[in-house]
């Protein structure tokens, strides 16, 4: 074959002190604020009035000394861009930066005279008002904005006397010249990042700066020299934006750390503050480090460095000490940016990278050494196998007839609860109480919108702020009121205790990072537990173990009477998802696996009383779990979506062997499992059995496709042997086979429903509306 080669000189790489944003726009701010005649008309005409007007009361503040620095907002090419202005005797010191996620430096302290700088101004104002002058005669023949143009002009001349008066710049007192300050990491770091910074001393008059917290990159642009050693080989880069390069370089590596936690490759590389930095993730447990100069003008050619086969650990533990280095030194050199914002964010930004680490390579699992009592627990409260059920209903046809209709305005789906004979509806400003029998309204209350949870002794609801409340199902009176510290944001959860043996407890979440157990009979707190971070709470109860999965890479199990840690166990990707427990075994999935793009997953099989393994495996790299496995007699399946819809992956409980891995249907689906058959309830109207064992498809109903519409909540309800499936309608069907026993003939769409004791049928559209169903006359072989 014939090969074309294209030969093509290799672009200019502008230096760090000029940008490559080459518009009329900044060459217009260059020719304003520099030794060139002014000339701003190439700027839109209303940036440029707000610049030069902006330009003359700071420049004003700088003549009188009101001030010694200060920043103007430019807008070139809709990009944010800032104009730093700092006075060193007679003269500005004049920089322009881009204040962005990724800081781009056009000029960095050039000297002004500052007289020079204030005739400029003034000329330009004097231009800015002819041509304000010109326009305002045009407004008076009706050919634009009257009041509009006046305004400009107001404020044009008053800009203009408010310079003029501040004039002449004058003698003042000189900035000090910069002293080198050593930047040393601290502590022995496998491989070493360290600086050498030229920083001024600040001036006694700006520590009254100090008050105000502010975003202040201008503070923050010093050059030096920084130095990478590794082993025996060292790097140095001469003339860099220290902290710029050390903001990138914090940001690529906590990337790089969390793509190394998820098992997936990760490269980035750039250029920031005149250097090359990029961190490329390249095998189990190595990466490697990029530094480098680009190339300058058309003579010098830049240097690159790599160091290869880098440990992870190692890399951000330098990191983390480099960063935490530079900002001590900063803020010893100058008080004043303490309360610098970008600065600030610079280090907690390194903070969350070396907790971030410490959560990933603490190995702190922890084995319950006397599983035995907790394991005879749970084995008491398993009941003896119960006689056949009775499945009427899965033997006949069924028939349906209204009984009551109800309508309450702006029903909330999560507040609402069947209990008894009582059909409580939580709304967002009231608490209703149906008689479900009649339909008929027991009580209602004012109340604000918050978290519910029905308990034993009432409707416990949580709100936003804090305040936990104990609604009595009789009356709807507050029982008792207990305050716990306010959720900011959080989605509320939380379990309740009511088994023989143990206290009537409710356990939610506290604020960001607390579990608190509160004693359902007087609203006393009972214990407290302390995650490592914040995060969401997913709580799943196992005999007298509650085990809490909050996002942490660690898997933790509480005795539900003292809130202790009963057992830890730990890997390196995090649990954020329900767990399952089925008598002597508990399932769980590690990693973030429910989000598209986001790396890789592991299913765990762990003895739920003492937390020790009993295998692990890695799911493969394309399966993205959804929810809580799903327990057959035999087999463990992850419910996966993705592009193709939604998938099951079966694993043997008892190796952990893959079985079998299947696309069930096309769109997104809620799930249940029935005698071995997974069953699962689509948005595309399907309703699908598969059978756990080897992933066939027993059958496949279709409920008239993807048209009408579409309850909240798709989760099937199995009840005496029938499976209610919420659609566009709610159908009951058979399990073992799908044949359709009956519908609800409601007009109502379910977004929610319950089922009693009778199977008569309870249905709530969210849009206000519920409508009870009884069942009719069954026949019955006797």
Not at 440 to 453: F, G, I, Q
Not at 544 to 568: F, P
Not at 665 to 680: N, P, R
Request: charged share 25%; glycine share 8%; net charge neutral.
């Amino acid at each position: 074959m014939t090969g074309l080669t294209l030969v093509a000189r290799r672009p200019e790489i502008q230096p760090a002190s000029t940008t490559s944003v080459d518009s009329p726009a900044l060459r217009a701010l260059f020719d304003l604020v520099l030794d060139r005649a002014p000339d701003a008309t190439v700027l839109p005409e209303r940036d440029a009035t707000a610049l030069v007007i902006d330009l003359a009361y700071s420049v004003a503040d700088l003549c009188a000394s009101r001030r010694r620095r200060a920043a103007v907002r430019v807008s070139l090419g809709g990009e944010p861009w800032e104009l730093g202005l700092e006075r060193a005797g007679g003269d500005v010191l004049v920089s322009l930066a881009q204040t962005s996620s990724k800081p781009e430096v056009a000029l960095h302290e050039r000297r002004v005279d500052g007289d020079a700088l204030s005739t400029r101004i003034l000329d330009a104002l004097a231009g800015r008002s002819e041509q304000s002058a010109i326009a305002s005669l045009a407004a008076l023949d009706g050919e634009g904005p009257r009041s509009q143009l006046y305004g400009e002009a107001a404020r044009i001349a008053a800009a203009r006397e408010h310079l003029a008066a501040s004039a002449p710049f004058g003698p003042g007192e000189d900035l000090t010249e910069p002293a080198v300050v050593a930047v040393e990491p601290t502590g022995d770091v496998p491989i070493t990042i360290a600086a050498d910074i030229l920083m001024r001393t600040p001036a006694p008059s700006a520590a009254a700066e100090t008050a105000v917290q502010r975003a202040d990159l201008f503070a923050l642009l010093f050059r030096g020299k920084l130095r990478v050693i590794v082993g025996e080989h060292a790097r140095e880069l001469p003339d860099v934006f220290v902290f710029l390069f050390a903001e990138q370089l914090v940001e690529i590596t906590l990337e790089a750390l969390s793509a190394w936690a998820l098992g997936r490759p990760y490269y980035r590389r750039l250029t920031i503050g005149g250097a090359i930095c990029a961190v490329r993730i390249q095998g189990e447990g190595h990466a490697s480090l990029t530094i480098g100069m680009p190339r300058r003008g058309s003579d010098e050619r830049g240097h690159v460095w790599t160091f290869p086969a880098v440990d992870v650990g190692a890399l951000v533990q330098s990191v983390v000490a480099f960063g935490r280095a530079l900002a001590r030194s900063v803020v010893r050199r100058n008080r004043a940016q303490a309360q610098n914002l970008r600065l600030s964010a610079f280090r907690t930004k390194v903070r969350d990278l070396g907790e971030r680490m410490r959560d990933l390579t603490r190995d702190d699992s922890k084995i319950n050494d006397a599983p035995e009592g907790y394991r005879a627990f749970a084995a008491s409260l398993r009941q003896p196998p119960a006689p056949p059920e009775d499945e009427t209903l899965a033997s006949s046809r069924l028939r349906y007839t209204p009984r009551w209709f109800a309508a309450i305005p702006s029903i909330d789906l999560r507040a609402t609860f069947l209990c008894g004979d009582a059909l409580v509806v939580g709304a967002t400003r009231e608490l209703s109480c149906i008689d479900r029998r009649t339909g008929e309204l027991a009580w209602t209350r004012p109340v604000p919108r918050a978290a519910s949870v029905m308990t034993p002794l009432g409707l416990a609801r949580m709100e936003a702020e804090g305040a936990l409340h104990l609604h009595d199902l009789q009356t709807g009176d507050v029982l008792w009121t207990t305050s716990l510290t306010p959720r900011a944001g959080a989605s509320a959860s939380g379990v309740v205790v009511s088994t023989p043996g143990l206290p009537r407890m409710l356990v939610v979440n506290e604020g960001a990072r607390h579990l608190a157990a509160i004693d359902l009979h007087g609203g006393e707190v009972r214990w407290r537990y302390a995650s490592r971070r914040s995060g969401m709470f997913r709580l799943r109860r196992a005999g007298k173990l509650l085990v809490v999965a909050s996002g942490e890479s660690a898997l933790v199990a509480l005795d539900v009477l003292t809130g202790e840690v009963v057992w830890r166990f730990c890997d390196r990707r995090r649990f954020a998802s329900h767990v399952a427990v089925d008598h002597d075994a508990l399932f769980a999935v590690s990693g973030d696996g429910a989000f598209v793009d986001r790396g890789s997953a592991g299913l765990h099989h762990i003895d739920p009383w003492s937390g020790a393994a009993r295998w692990s495996i890695d799911l493969p790299a394309d399966t993205r779990p959804l929810g809580a496995p799903l327990l057959a007699p035999d087999t463990v399946v992850i419910q996966t979506h993705g592009r193709r819809g939604t998938g099951l992956v079966g694993f043997d409980r008892a190796t952990g062997a893959p079985r079998f891995d299947i696309v069930a249907c096309a769109s997104a689906a809620s799930s249940l499992v029935v005698d071995g058959t997974v069953i699962l309830n689509s948005e595309g109207g399907e309703l699908v059995a598969i059978d756990a064992k080897d992933g066939t498809t027993r059958y496949r109903h279709v409920f008239g496709g993807a048209e009408g519409d579409k309850p909240r909540r798709l989760e099937p309800m199995l009840r005496s042997g029938a499976l209610f499936v919420p659609q566009s309608e709610l159908f009951v069907v058979r399990p073992r086979d799908g044949k359709l026993l009956g519908r609800v003939p409601a007009d109502l769409v379910p977004d929610l429903f319950r089922v009693d004791e009778r199977c008569d049928v309870y249905v709530v559209e969210e849009s206000g509306h519920i409508a009870a169903f009884s069942t009719g006359p069954r026949l019955r072989l006797v």
